[in-house]
């Protein structure tokens, strides 16, 4: 009885009578991994530090590299880490921090021998923002620093989980020119807010959009004061630093090492100067309540000052929550950019995963030491590029001059006007601008990008970061899916190429069809004719999806209709019989049509081309 019921039910729901071969759990699992889960484990821990894979093999080449390569980043991270502070409305300490624990812990995790992680411009706006938004919520309620450390904690251990979980792949759905709209129209932004230090203008919001501070800084000018005269030289100096030994590297090529690494030290040396010029001129003109007449860092704490744990309550979670996830997509987009960018120029393929855990790992020890969120920056990247880095030990020996300087010069940066520091931002940051040339390859290129790079830089420079962050991801995605469902493609045709003095016979290239008619096209000097009757070559330019399936069959049948012989004799079908939306021809010119139709060839082949996928 049971088996009559086992076979009535297999003959129901179409059971082959023959067994098929079929593939176990088991089976499928030993296929997927031949090694043993404990082997999986362990070349997973080894894999969380890469620096174990090299370290032994460590030599005194790459020890003379990473010193200089180390040092030369130090000397200009130093400067830059606490003028970056200023936008982030901290204190000068807290880059110093964020510096150190950047580049010290980064190179135990990286897969990158050229980025610097440590504070950067555009993460250093978003914490004053950030810093901002949590002010006017809960007024007086949490420091900055407070405020900052959090983001730095929180942040840091969603990428860390992002990169454990192997998830890096998210990162490619935001294509290049939305990154670079962003980095542009925060550039512009950053420029815009330090302006006003840099000529001592005060009495309005430089954190608030970006045209507006524009205008209040142009408004402004007549209130231009002393800090100016120590600002305008400093800018400058650095453009005209630059500059010179730029053209003296090209004039003399054989002593082009020697005077990058002169340009290098600009940063250094104007602040120095500058320093120098603020002690000397200010020293005696001290008020009453202690002010000077130009704007100076004043005390700068020495050494690492309330190293704990940082204060996650979840009334600051709560406050942070809207903000959080705009810090976290800086975080990771800006420093994956970054090192893919290197990793491509200098011949290695670089880790997204891994990268994520580095940054994660950066970012969340840093907290305990109260630095605020840090990441890959171009600029000191590509001087470590620049200088010969061989390994990522270099970013020890930047850390070691980080440490001296928290330690051994902070008396020093009593006397550094503010000034100076906003012309060092300025020249930093301006490099990030999108130059005209890759603006004018990009239209060219796409259009498309191009509109998206365009309206992100609009919307960061006439709202916010955030809004133009956003809409470079938005807009991104849009286009993703309207190219998946609407993907391009072209019917070909053949060139015959010829090489000049050869006896080679000639070269069949297929190239795209202009003619709607399928005849042969002319590109120039070029002739495209279509290939033999009767076959059909298509160039398809996306993967064939569920989305896009249907247009592709639609596109290959209107085409095999319009320029290929009917399948079936329609002579001899009437016109009653044809249906509705194929009733066929005029009375009186039915001849017509079959001659129309007799003089296709048949359809023998329908060829696709994948390659350009």
């Not at 305990?368 to 840090?374: I, T």
């Not at 239209?443 to 191009?450: A, G, Q, T, V």
Request: some cysteine; glycine content about 8%; hydrophobic content about 45%.
């Amino acid at each position: 009885m049971a088996s009559s019921v086992k076979s009535f039910v297999k003959h129901t729901i179409g059971y082959p009578d023959r067994d098929v071969p079929t593939v176990t759990t088991i089976q499928w699992v030993k296929r997927v991994s031949s090694r043993s889960p404990k082997e999986q484990v362990l070349d997973y821990l080894k894999s969380l530090f890469p620096i174990f894979g090299w370290i032994g093999r460590y030599n005194l080449g790459w020890l003379t590299g990473d010193l200089i390569a180390g040092i030369t980043v130090g000397i200009v991270l130093v400067p830059q880490s606490m003028s970056y502070a200023q936008i982030a409305t901290l204190e000068p300490q807290y880059g110093l921090y964020s510096a150190f624990v950047g580049v010290f812990v980064y190179c135990f995790f990286a897969t990158s021998k050229d980025v610097s992680i440590g504070p950067v411009a555009v993460m250093s706006l978003t914490v004053s923002q950030i810093i901002k938004h949590v002010n006017e919520s809960h007024p007086n309620v949490w420091a900055a620093p407070t405020i900052a450390t959090a983001v730095s904690f929180i942040c840091g251990f969603i990428v860390l989980g992002i990169g454990i979980l192997r998830l890096g792949w998210i990162v490619e759905f935001i294509p290049a020119p939305a990154v670079s709209g962003f980095m542009t129209g925060s550039a512009i932004n950053i420029i815009a807010g330090q302006v006003p230090g840099l000529m001592g203008i005060s009495g309005f919001d430089t954190r608030g959009a970006t045209y507006k501070v524009i205008i209040d800084s142009l408004k402004g000018l007549p209130r231009t004061d002393l800090n100016a005269a120590f600002g305008l030289p400093a800018l400058v100096a650095l453009y005209g630093i630059r500059i010179l030994f730029d053209k003296l590297s090209k004039r003399y090529p054989h002593k082009a090492r020697i005077f990058f690494f002169v340009s290098i030290l600009r940063n250094g040396f104007v602040i120095i100067v500058l320093t120098i010029a603020s002690w000397l001129s200010m020293r005696h003109r001290v008020n009453s309540k202690g002010q000077y007449p130009i704007k100076i860092l004043l005390t700068v704490p020495s050494g690492f000052r309330h190293v704990g744990p940082p204060t996650i309550d979840r009334d600051l979670i709560s406050a942070l929550a809207s903000e959080l996830p705009l810090a976290t997509i800086i975080l990771l987009l800006e420093h994956i950019a970054i090192s893919k960018s290197f990793g491509r120029v200098n011949g290695y393929k670089i880790n997204p995963n891994q990268e994520l855990i580095a940054i994660g790992v950066a970012n969340t020890v840093g907290s305990v030491f109260n630095a605020y969120p840090a990441t890959g920056s171009f600029s000191r990247s590509a001087l470590k590029s620049k200088s010969g880095v061989r390994t990522p030990i270099a970013g020890i020996f930047t850390g070691i001059v980080v440490i001296v300087a928290l330690y051994g010069l902070t008396p020093a940066f009593f006397w550094i006007p503010n000034a100076s520091l906003s012309a060092i931002i300025i020249h930093a940051v301006a490099d990030l601008v999108t130059k005209p040339p890759q603006v004018y390859s990009l239209w060219r290129i796409s259009p498309l990008e191009f509109i998206i790079w365009f309206a992100t830089v609009l919307v960061t420079v006439f709202s916010t970061i955030e809004d133009g962050i956003y809409t470079a991801i938005i807009a991104s995605l849009v286009l993703l899916l309207v190219r998946v469902a609407h993907p391009r493609g072209y019917f070909l045709g053949k060139v015959a190429l010829s090489f000049k003095g050869t006896a080679d016979a000639p070269r069949e290239i297929y190239l795209p069809l202009n003619s709607n008619d399928g005849k042969e096209s002319i590109v120039g000097d070029i002739v495209v004719r279509p290939p033999e009757p009767g076959v059909i070559v298509y160039r398809y330019e996306e993967s064939v999806l569920y989305p896009n399936c249907s247009l592709l069959n639609t596109t290959l049948v209107q085409y095999v209709k319009e320029h290929t012989k009917r399948g079936k004799d329609i002579g001899s079908v009437s016109l009653s019989d044809r249906p509705w939306n194929d009733p066929g021809p005029r009375r009186g010119h039915e001849a017509e049509e079959l001659a129309r139709d007799a003089s296709k060839p048949l359809l023998k082949a329908i060829v696709l081309d994948f390659s350009s996928m």
